[in-house]
């Protein structure tokens, strides 16, 4: 079975612009999560969506939003570009919402200069 | 209350040797402890994974142990291997009440298992 995918896992944009990020989970799996890691903050949740519907949001600005799809594939974007969102961003699937182990992708290494 | 504070930052263990990682966190709502294994250019891995009404958990050479009423948890890695060296990070996270998958991570340990 293929692993979570994540598209692109390379990304530099300049301060101001916006991104879109894509996230394809494990096939049969429903729930995606995304999370952004930094060598600062570590690892912190941003969303997780199921069956389509946000069901959880970090504490992030207004400006990251994301979405999921019928077939479950998730993007997640960020307007106006700040540095301080360089940094790795990571997508995780589950079967389920609460009960399942989450399967991590490589993640999208984004670089905002 | 939502924080899983981690330690050491660091671990230098000669290869055979005993790695000992640990998480303490505050919330008793918690009911989902994993331990996630990253290396450089990937994303996290699951390792191992415990609930509360468990007091050790063992797979292989990596084993959590659990102490619900000190509210800590850590992992230890029997035999280290060079192969072993690695980012860990544990987490935490309220599935039973909340209905969410949404984890909590400590700020990672980074052991370096030398030959």
């Known amino acids: 079975k293929a692993g979570v995918t994540q598209t692109p896992r390379y990304l530099i944009k300049t301060r101001g612009q916006q991104v879109t990020l894509s996230c394809s989970p494990i096939s049969g799996h429903r729930s995606v999560s995304w999370y952004q890691q930094t060598p600062g903050q570590g690892l912190q949740f941003l969303f997780e969506y199921f069956s389509e519907t946000q069901r959880n949001k970090g504490n992030f600005p207004g400006r990251f939003s994301g979405r999921q799809f019928s077939n479950s594939r998730s993007e997640m974007n960020v307007s106006t570009l700040e540095l301080g969102d360089s940094a790795l961003y990571l997508c995780?699937?589950?079967?389920?919402?609460?009960?399942?182990?989450?399967?991590f992708g490589p993640g999208t290494r984004l670089t905002v200069l | 209350q939502q924080q899983v504070k981690q330690s050491p930052q660091s671990l230098i263990v000669q290869k055979g040797g005993i790695s000992i990682i640990n998480c303490a966190y505050e919330n008793t709502a918690f009911d989902y402890f994993p331990w996630y294994q990253q290396f450089p250019g990937k994303g996290p891995a699951l390792l191992i994974a415990?609930?509360?009404?468990?007091s050790e958990k063992k797979e292989g050479r990596f084993t959590i142990s659990f102490n619900k009423s000190a509210k800590q948890f850590s992992l230890h890695i029997m035999d280290s291997q060079p192969g072993d060296s690695a980012t860990y990070f544990c987490a935490a996270s309220n599935r039973g009440s909340s209905n969410t998958g949404k984890l909590i991570f400590g700020q990672g340990t980074t052991l370096q298992v030398k030959p």
């Open positions: 415990i609930r509360p009404d468990v």
């Open positions: 995780a699937s589950s079967l389920d919402l609460a009960g399942d182990t989450q399967y």
